[in-house]
């Protein structure tokens, strides 16, 4: 995200405009960890296409964007020594570039298919991202192969767009379909052993080695709240709004929400369980008074707090320490 921000403003366009539009915080440019969730990104890529008049943008961005430094994932892929190699590599770690990309590779005879799609939207994202998701993965078979590697075909999720010209032609195949069940390429199978010219046996070892680690480490999608209820125990008496724990994770308040949401959990939702868990622990302490107790959590008066421990507890404070 941050390199199409980066890309925008090159080309003359107004990146401020997307950044205020969208809610990042200052400076994700300049911040490669910058998150965002599929459904943004791809209101992103169609806001980036309006900004620089360019409808078919998303097929330029593999060439065009210019990340400052490579995933492990996409290390592993670069350093693999076949096509084939390098889209199992695809597979294998897309989750380290989005938790929920999805791509599938399928050995079809003489064929494989090589299908994308995004876990939680059935009904696909915007056109942009589809174009983007499939270009990326075809641009880099001929980059890193130095060949002119051609689809038999090719299949969208989204409707048939106004123009397909420029499909056909970056694609370079007529057979291009729309409304699908899903978005794919078809290959032949025979541009699966393509040697490419970056494999680097030694650096795939290590790639690999670091991309396997991340992905025994990367949490289950439900463990970003507890990521989120990390930062959220750490804030708690100093600030802890959304906008707070949104600048902690380098990203958007709208985007820290729509993923919380993406889990079927509100912000406040997640602040209020915080809460209730550290103020048990903190009113089960004697040697702390309430009113310190009320400070440490986040509240404007032991009132309010008490209210709220009440409602978490079905005990006032006093109560809860009388019976602990």
């Not at 399928?106 to 494989?112: A, F, L, M, N, P």
Request: contains cysteine; neutral net charge; hydrophobic residues 40%.
């Amino acid at each position: 995200m941050p390199t199409l921000l980066r890309l925008v403003r090159s080309r003359g366009g107004d990146a401020d405009l997307l950044v205020r539009r969208f809610g990042f915080p200052a400076g994700v440019e300049e911040h490669a960890d910058a998150l965002i969730t599929a459904g943004d990104f791809g209101q992103l890529l169609e806001a980036a296409a309006g900004e620089l008049d360019d409808p078919f943008l998303a097929l330029r961005l593999p060439v065009e964007l210019e990340p400052r430094r490579y995933g492990l994932g996409e290390l592993a892929m670069r350093a693999s020594p076949t096509v084939r190699e390098a889209l199992l590599r695809v597979v294998r770690y897309a989750p380290l570039e989005n938790e929920r990309l999805v791509f599938g590779l399928e050995e079809r005879g003489q064929e494989v298919a090589l299908t994308c799609h995004v876990d939680g939207h059935p009904r696909g994202l915007t056109r942009h991202v589809h174009e983007y998701a499939l270009a990326s993965v075809l641009t880099h078979a001929r980059l890193l192969t130095g060949l002119p590697v051609v689809p038999r075909s090719v299949w969208f999720l989204h409707a048939r767009p106004r123009l397909v010209e420029p499909l056909h032609r970056f694609f370079g195949t007529e057979e291009i379909s729309f409304g699908r069940a899903g978005n794919g390429l078809l290959l032949d199978g025979t541009w699966m052993e393509a040697r490419l010219t970056t494999a680097d046996p030694r650096l795939l070892v290590t790639a690999e080695h670091l991309a396997d680690e991340a992905m025994r480490a990367r949490s289950p999608t439900r463990d970003f709240a507890a990521t989120v209820a990390s930062r959220i125990d750490e804030a708690l008496g100093s600030g802890a709004s959304a906008e707070d724990i949104a600048a902690r994770l380098h990203m958007s308040k709208r985007t820290l929400q729509r993923r919380l949401e993406e889990d079927g959990l509100s912000y406040q939702e997640l602040l209020d369980r915080v809460r209730a868990e550290k103020a048990r622990s903190l009113v089960a302490d004697e040697d702390l008074e309430l009113a310190e107790v009320a400070f440490r959590l986040g509240f404007s008066d032991v009132s309010s707090f008490s209210r709220s421990f009440r409602r978490w507890t079905g005990v006032s404070p006093g109560r809860y320490r009388l019976l602990k």
